[in-house]
């Protein structure tokens, strides 16, 4: 009876090793194929690396990234905040869930979520350089 359970565990822990393997290669093709703009391939990639290991939060980061460059914010926020929700401590993750809020000109959100990733990591000049974007667009907002 040991042997079995020590069997399974073993059995088990090869398995969840293999799928995370298969995750992380398919999410480094996916980047490769983002990289060369190709969109179309790079989310049929991540898909699978999601399916391989939902719990990789820089794979939804990445799918958030190409659904926000195709205009697909509802689909971006989502994966935005799944990524976050698996991983608080991700800068990129609320940097890039800020460059959708500001994308739809929800200047609030956009300014929450670069004071989070400058908190997170105090030396983005991007995130700072788009914060004050962010304030300055929803001053002229407030000023039409």
Do not use: H, W
Not at 19 to 32: M, P
Not at 49 to 56: G, L, Q, V
Not at 92 to 101: E, G, K, L, S
């Amino acid at each position: 009876m040991k042997f079995l359970i020590v069997f399974l565990f073993i059995l088990t822990t090869t398995s969840s090793f293999s799928q995370n393997r298969k995750a992380v290669k398919l999410y480094d093709k996916a980047v490769k194929a983002y990289d060369k703009k190709n969109f179309i391939k790079a989310l049929n990639l991540l898909n699978k690396s999601i399916d391989a290991n939902p719990k990789e939060a820089d794979s939804y980061n990445l799918r958030g990234c190409i659904f926000e460059d195709l205009n697909r914010y509802k689909e971006s926020i989502e994966d935005f905040n799944t990524s976050i929700d698996l991983k608080e401590d991700n800068p990129d993750a609320y940097f890039n869930r800020a460059n959708t809020y500001y994308d739809l000109g929800d200047y609030i959100s956009a300014i929450r979520d670069y004071e989070k990733s400058i908190q997170l990591n105090p030396t983005d000049k991007d995130a700072i350089e788009m914060k004050k974007d962010a304030e300055n667009a929803l001053i002229d907002l407030i000023n039409e």
